[in-house]
């Protein structure tokens, strides 16, 4: 099996993100697409994604383009910028867009858009590759 | 009515706090405290807390103590580190402290721990304080 | 005068940009570009760019783009990730493009590179855009 | 030698360092601080001190302590909250803390403070540790 299968294979194994509505759409060595239906259940107090909510997606998104160098990975930090809220949407897109792919520290850059393809948040984070490998020889 | 039952009052309208379990423990001027239970149903496809939980928890507690200068709050960015995975933990719990509380801006540091206070993750949400109030003159 | 001349000059009035040889290259409303040389006095104990000599342009370059909204601005908070150490090259570029321009929070990414292209940093920071204009009526 | 001399004396190694007047003032496996003067060349052009200049002290007192360890560190990355500016203090002081000493990555939170002690800045900062030992066998 190849490692692209391997990767979106994995993300069925979390009912956190099944609930969240996360899907991958594209998965490539440097670049990696998801999105999230935009509904009442995601949502903060006032009415907009929660930041849990758009960290989930980006979190699982830009991780699965870190687990694409073959090895399970852990994340070592990761930061959100909250720059429009996201109004009148089907769905919010993550693209992930790969920075560092080294040896042992993977950086990706996400950002999350809407329908429009408007800018709504934009982040950074980093990550540890482990000595486990995702797929068999 | 006063202003901390109205910040915790206001965590209920989310559909998505109360499915995340997150619970207000404590507040005031300076600190926050709440907690949520380390089940399946939050974790990643490793078996550790997803990202989006903990980061759901950061933002939820960091942000009712932003609430507390009485006005509403959008979070502007927040950060968060990875230090260890929880483990044989009943609770995750989470401490948000004032870092800063001024006239636009508000600075909140977070600290997540387990059920034996052992530090598994750190972060920092700054907050912009907009001129809607939370409890009526 | 214009904006974009103002936010050149306003430079010329620290003595740590010119110590730290940081030259405004290009400005425009969404991007700004700088340059430093990649000298000894700017290094760390390893020989590399020290951490703040980099942060120091990003910061720099950054506000500059910021400052092109015609107020002065203070820095909220940046990050900068570092992701391969300058080596062979004359100067380093700092890149810096705008990412949200409200009316009260003005967020930009910038990517550090070297002689060749090569992507060595990449962080993000938030500006505060305050009530003080920075050119007369 | 012991450890914490030699990472005191690594810091000699910098002109930057020399330069921005960083002094390191204490150092232990969990702790470090220093300080810097308040002073017109480490300013940026509104009068206050350079984001890189803060940055500067937050990465060599950060960085000290993740020394302390005995190898090598590089910076993944590095943030930093400005939450006042210095006014009236002879010199700013940076207290370092340890809040993941790993394997291979070592977390430090920075608290930067003015003559009486009241917090100006925040950040925290991400280490890992190379295979490269400070201190001879």
Do not use: A, C
């Given at each position: 099996m190849e490692i692209a299968k391997v990767c979106a294979d994995?993300?069925?194994?979390?009912e956190f993100i099944t609930y969240m509505g996360i899907e991958l759409l594209s998965l490539d060595e440097e670049h990696a697409r998801g999105r999230m239906p935009f509904v009442e259940?995601?949502?903060n107090p006032y009415g907009s994604m929660h930041g849990g909510s758009l960290y989930a997606i980006a979190d699982t998104i830009a991780g699965t383009l870190a687990n694409m160098g073959g090895m399970a990975v852990t994340t070592v930090d990761g930061s959100l910028h909250f720059l429009a809220p996201a109004m009148d949407t089907e769905y919010i897109y993550c693209d992930a867009k790969l920075r560092k792919g080294g040896a042992h520290l993977i950086t990706v850059d996400v950002d999350i858009t809407d329908d429009k393809g408007k800018l709504l948040d934009c982040g950074c984070f980093t990550f540890y590759k482990t000595a486990q490998k995702l797929l068999d020889d």
């Open positions: 994995f993300l069925k194994k979390s259940k995601y949502k």
